[in-house]
């Protein structure tokens, strides 16, 4: 098993920045891949952007290309999503979710992945 905790969310107003981060424990070896999803109220979970451990190789969602960046720790096994420019769009809850089979591209379907943190709010105010 996998455990997965994200920190980090808050309330900031629209073109500012956050950084959240998603420790995760447990069989950490046996995952191939980290995501960042999102759900809005009413809305589907949706992909945000993902990160292979080993290789580094990142894949972002459309909309927050250019904004927001994925990268890893290795060593203390955490992932961050460094958010900028932010939106009122991208309030949200954020999940942090791992996968354990090697894909390429890195996948951005939630059913692909096997682990999922609880989630952290992020709200931007316009």
């Known amino acids: 098993q996998v455990q997965l905790v994200e920190s980090g969310g808050g309330l900031e107003q629209a073109g500012g920045s956050l950084r959240l981060s998603c420790a995760a424990s447990g069989r950490t070896y046996s995952t191939s891949a980290m995501a960042w999803f999102r759900q809005a109220p009413g809305k589907e979970r949706e992909f945000v952007a993902a990160i292979a451990w080993r290789s580094g190789n990142t894949y972002y969602a459309d909309s927050v290309k250019g904004r927001f960046t994925i990268s890893r720790d290795n060593a203390k096994n955490t992932v961050y999503l460094q958010m900028n420019s932010l939106k009122p769009e991208d309030t949200a809850i954020y999940y942090c979710?791992?996968?354990?089979?090697?894909?390429?591209?890195?996948?951005?379907?939630?059913?692909?992945?096997?682990?999922w943190g609880q989630g952290t709010q992020v709200t931007v105010s316009s």
């Open positions: 979710a791992a996968d354990r089979h090697v894909r390429v591209p890195l996948s951005q379907h939630k059913d692909e992945y096997e682990y």
